[in-house]
């Protein structure tokens, strides 16, 4: 072999070992999704000891759907807004199994007097099936204009299976900041088909997910588990 052919044949095992190592992903290394089930997950278990508000398990426990946001961030100076990623759970209400997460998001904008910023812990528990099935509208507005009653529990209210009593869906946020009481009646909820598919590594859908016992990404039993401790 001749020196310039050597030199050919360095220069190109050098870049084809930069090039692999680029498209390498370190093993410890998660996806956001991977995170923000996670993140689900600690929510769930942490939210499950939370008494302030009262107790919470009843509520699970008879839930044909949870969504679980772990980070819904409110801030604003006149004009205000809000934004938080989070997960979609249904339960078999024969086994009560809970099935597979679907990924959603959280979105409220207003417009007021109001200085702050707080991001609080929400955990929405749907006791209707007209509940479920409003939500898995996409970009549905919670509230009234849904045909649904959400009833927000935190700071002074205290939850109690009579205080509940007509509800579609219960919200139970732990929040820290200059804002107080949050309530999400008027957000917006919307689905992640694309984070459904990045997660579960198949097309399911928002419906899929929550509706039937399709096999998900094991990855999530943790976040599964949680919400059957309840």
């Given amino acids: 072999m001749t020196r310039m052919k050597l030199v050919f044949l360095l220069v190109a095992v050098v870049i084809l070992g930069v090039a692999g190592y680029t498209n390498v992903r370190p093993a410890a290394a998660m996806s956001e999704e991977e995170e923000l089930v996670e993140r689900a997950r600690l929510t769930g278990e942490s939210l499950s000891k939370y008494t302030d508000a009262g107790p919470i398990a009843p509520y699970i426990k008879g839930a044909y759907a949870v969504v679980i946001i772990p980070s819904f961030v409110k801030a604003g100076f006149i004009v205000g807004g809000a934004h938080g990623e989070g997960v979609m759970l249904g339960r078999n209400p024969k086994t009560g199994a809970w099935r597979y997460p679907a990924f959603v998001s959280l979105s409220e904008g207003s417009i007021g007097l109001q200085i702050g910023a707080e991001a609080s812990e929400i955990i929405m528990i749907f006791l209707t099936e007209k509940g479920v099935n409003a939500l898995l509208e996409d970009k549905v507005k919670l509230g009234a204009e849904a045909g649904i009653a959400v009833l927000t529990i935190g700071g002074s209210r205290e ?11 219960v919200t139970f946020v732990r929040s820290k900041g200059l804002f107080g009481g ?9 689905q992640s088909q694309a984070s459904n598919t990045a997660y579960h590594v198949k097309s399911f859908s928002t419906l899929q997910l929550v509706t039937t016992d399709v096999i998900g990404n094991r990855g999530a039993d943790g976040l599964r588990n949680a919400l059957a401790g309840f």
């Fill in 159 to 169: 939850a109690s299976t009579t205080t509940a009593v007509g509800a579609d869906v």
């Fill in 182 to 190: 949050l309530s999400v009646e008027g957000a917006v909820l919307s």
